[in-house]
């Protein structure tokens, strides 16, 4: 056997043994009622976060297929980590009015940047995708549950 033959299956056996290692999965309970009654989305933009928003920004992820690939699980698993870390509107009753109000200003910044979601989301998650007009009704409810 060759030092490359050696070393692809060096590969593939790594390959294959890490796929035994998975990251925690992000499932718990949405809790999303005190967020929604007190943001009043319309059911339309309720969709749209529900479909570009909600796997990355709560307490629940509705995970794809390929989720079981690692060490892919693992990046999506960072993201999500990441995501829940700048808004989880699962704990928007723990917010105070101050990190509310941060939070839809972000909203309101990322949906304008376009920076939300993300690219890679969007890719694999077609639902995800958004176009200018629905990022734009995002952009106004949100302004409009930031003045309430």
Known sequence: MSKFEKAALTAVVLLLAVQFIQ????QGDYQLKSFLAETQPSNTVKTM???????????????????????????????????????????????????????LEEIIEVMEKKEMPLKTYVWLHNEGKLTDA???????????????
């Not at 990251?23 to 992000?26: G, S």
């Open 23 to 26: 990251p925690e999965k992000n």
């Open 49 to 103: 976060l529900f479909n570009a928003c909600f796997d990355c920004h709560s307490n629940n992820t509705q995970y794809p297929w390929y989720f079981q690939i690692t060490p892919l699980n693992f990046r999506i698993a960072h993201h999500i980590e990441e995501g829940k870390e700048h808004l989880n509107f699962s704990e928007w009753s723990s917010y105070n009015k101050d990190q509310k109000d941060h939070a």
């Open 134 to 148: 629905q990022s734009q009704m995002i952009i106004d409810w949100a302004k409009e549950a930031k003045s309430k």
